[in-house]
């Protein structure tokens, strides 16, 4: 007598729907989950630039700025988005004097999803003087707040304080 194995016609569409159903249920988590993660990412590396900036201000005892930049030779006049360089600045210029004073160069983030951004005193620039203290060009005061937002209007802060440090806290990206 021959025994045949194998799956039924209705075993199989009842496989098929549990696992449609399942897929239904796990697809917008993980599109969720990957977006958190891009977010995660992209705030980490800004606050590991930043605090590289700090560091090389108190290492080498002069200015240091952060600054937006399109090419990554010169400062622009863009968002966070585009890239940036990283250069010792004991001229307190708005631009690196020498090539050789390029410290680090960061290419724009790949994901249009993300949104990096600085309000007034940090759109462009931020500088660290050798005591890692936040300050402008002009030796004034900075503080602000590097907004990195995603599609789903939520986002983190990266909040620089007047002593210089910066934090990360929750955005309203609406």
Known sequence: MSCSRGFTLVELMVTLLVASILLGIGAPAFGNLVEQTRLTTTTNQFLTTLHITRSEAIRRGGLVTLCTSTDGATCTDTSWDAGWILFANPGRSNQPSDP???????????????????????????????????????????????????????????????????????????
Do not use: F, K
Request: aromatic share 2%; hydrophobic share 35%.
């Open 100 to 174: 050789n004073r390029i410290l680090r160069v960061g290419n724009g983030w790949t994901n249009p999803s993300i949104a990096v951004t600085g309000n007034q005193p940090v759109s462009q620039h931020i500088s660290y003087n050798p005591l890692g203290q936040s300050e402008r060009l002009s030796g004034a005061l900075l503080m602000g707040t590097v907004s990195i937002c995603a599609d789903s209007s939520e986002g983190r802060a990266i909040v620089i304080s007047s002593a210089g440090r910066p934090r990360v806290a929750a955005a309203d990206c609406t």
